[in-house]
């Protein structure tokens, strides 16, 4: 885990959200909420208050389910800090 994931999971659990998987290739960050209910609007002004709203570009929240598991909301964005 790398200090822009590790400061993201912060600021989620912080907020009384469980964070799943984490991930960030290059400059393309990726993190699994464990609530399908999930604010995007929320979430949105969580990464910008944490991570500096210029450095963060084109996020996108999205929910998901693979293999059957539980819902799952997806954070995703490129960073250029």
Same mark, same amino acid.
């Given at each position: ?15 009384? %959200? ?23 609007? @929320? ?18 929240i ?12 997806? @954070?995703?964005?490129? %960073?250029?800090?």
């Amino acid at each position: 885990m790398n200090d822009v994931t590790a400061a993201l999971r912060e600021a989620f659990t912080e907020a009384g %959200y469980d964070v799943g998987e984490t991930s960030r290739n290059r400059d393309t960050v990726r993190l699994t909420v464990l609530d399908p209910e999930a604010s995007a609007d @929320v979430l949105r002004d969580i990464t910008h208050r944490t991570l500096g709203a210029d450095d963060v570009l084109g996020v996108d929240i999205t929910t998901e389910s693979a293999d059957n598991q539980d819902v799952t909301t997806v @954070v995703s964005f490129r %960073y250029r800090g």
